[in-house]
């Protein structure tokens, strides 16, 4: 199980009451995971246990009793004597809210794409109860968003194939930065970044560079850490047969695996 951010060990215990239910977790541990723990699942995007809590993607608000607005509960420390409310109707609100504003700069592609039935968007727009989405696409690479001004086109960036293990996608990103941040925390390699603002930000790797001609490693943990289909393995029908093969060890550290490069 997933439980949206990492494991906290503390001395000092703390109590808590989410929906009703009394939870008593280590001092630091997220409302997300304290959450979880007690059998409650907070709908998330940008949160995963292997990463560091980020509250990007406001899927996860909640409701807490004595606190103004709704606080993102991956980065809400629990504390003693809270009280959490995960499910009442102005949260359903919003939650369905923000997932029509993902899904309507997303394309509509599901049944062909790579991550259908494996895709956390997907699941998560079931999740919420989205059924509709007032913005329009338009079935090939770009959405229009209607704004004040009239109707703005978005056009998005074309995939990236650079790399010979994986495929980049933006059309499919949802900018919750999982990947930038495995590639820090988790390889610390620091290839990727997001740039710019708004319907303008973007994943980028090494300063805009094709994959390929990156720092990236192709370690792989910005794939494993992608909610959508953004970052895809490819498969060998598209990388091809390799033409040659050896049996190499692995520097990176000192366990000394070895493996199969083509
Ligand atoms: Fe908490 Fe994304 S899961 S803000």
């Given at each position: ?18 929906d ?91 049944l062909?794409?790579?991550a ?9 727009a ?62 610390g ?74």
């Open positions: 199980i997933d439980r949206g951010t990492p494991a906290v060990k503390s001395d000092k215990q703390v109590t808590l009451e989410i009703g239910r009394s939870i008593r977790v280590p001092e630091g541990t997220s409302v997300m995971r304290a959450a979880s723990q007690a059998g409650i699942n907070i709908p998330k995007l940008c949160a995963s246990d292997m990463l560091d809590a980020f509250g990007s993607c406001r899927l996860c608000l909640v409701e807490i009793e004595g606190r103004k607005g709704y606080p993102a509960s991956c980065t809400t420390p629990a504390t003693e004597g809270m009280k959490v409310s995960t499910q009442t109707s102005k949260l359903a609100e919003i939650r369905r809210g923000v997932m029509e504003l993902y899904i309507s700069d997303h394309p509509l592609d599901c062909t794409c790579p259908n039935g494996h895709c956390e968007l997907q699941d998560m079931g999740v919420v109860g989205l059924r509709e989405v007032r913005y329009g696409y338009d079935g090939e690479n770009h959405v229009f968003a209607k704004t004040k001004e009239g109707e703005i086109n978005l056009h998005f960036a074309p995939k990236d194939e650079s790399n010979p293990y994986f495929t980049f996608d933006p059309s499919k990103c949802i900018v919750c930065s999982r990947c930038v941040r495995a590639c820090d925390e988790v390889q390699t620091f290839a990727l970044t997001i740039q710019g603002r708004g319907f303008d930000s973007k994943v980028s790797a090494s300063q805009d560079n094709r994959f390929l001609d990156s720092e990236c490693v192709s370690c792989g943990a910005c794939v494993q850490a992608c909610p959508t289909a953004t970052l895809s393995e490819k498969s060998l029908i598209e990388r091809g047969q390799a033409e040659h093969s050896m049996i190499t060890t692995c520097a990176y550290c000192g366990v000394g695996c070895s493996f199969r490069a083509e």
